[in-house]
């Protein structure tokens, strides 16, 4: 069995992959505090709700955007999964993915993942859209090769910068709008906000296959809010919940000579 971690800024989602798929998943937030113990506690109680044992670990591939936890993570497996040879998704492990940017250094582990499993599951040319803490697009060509993107903050990044700089405007629930005309506050917020992100998310898929000239460009959405988004969108947006963690098992499978 193989264990995936993707260290996010607000979740920490981990999967379990056997016999070549993906048998189960969990998320947990990213309290930076935590102690090894505290997340291999929880990892275990995880296992055993299933009915496995952490023993059961042959190996754990690691995506992380938070460096602080790093050291945490990486002693949690040894205590935890002490069996289980642990990488990190970062410079100088195998991807067969050609990284075209400035400085592959600067780019961040989970959008490579995505990138990966896009192009290897769905095929080129491709865009990801990552609907995390910050909303990152990735762009992959059709031969397979990593081109670039773009990073915008995320929904609720921009939920919350809007509450808390403005001093009348309150906190609402995130929901899908009855109308882009709101009759009230709350439903102002709520069309202002979903509506002008599904315009953002369109206006720059459209922008990258003006770049590319490739009309048919396709577009693979992850992260929380990709369905809220996708729905509205004016493109056939595919969504995988879980595609960062498959990249993790596809380059954890390059690096162990598995495929």
Known sequence: MILALDLGNTNIKSALFEDGKLANSWRMSSVRHRTADELGIMMESFFDHIGRKASEVDGVIISSVIPAMNFTIEHMCSLYFSRAEVMFVGPGIKTGMNIRYDNPKEL????????????RLYGGPVVTVDFGTATTFGVVSEKGDFLGGAICPGIIISMDALTERTAKLPRVELIKPKSVIGKNTANCIQSGVVYGYVGQVDYIINKIQMELEQPDIKVIATGGMSKLISEYSHYDITINSTLTLEGL?????????QQ
Do not use: F, K, P
Not at 249 to 257: P, V
């Open 108 to 119: 961040g582990s989970d959008r490579i993942c995505n990138a990966v499993a896009a192009y």
């Open 249 to 257: 098992y596809m380059i954890y499978r390059l690096n162990t000579n």
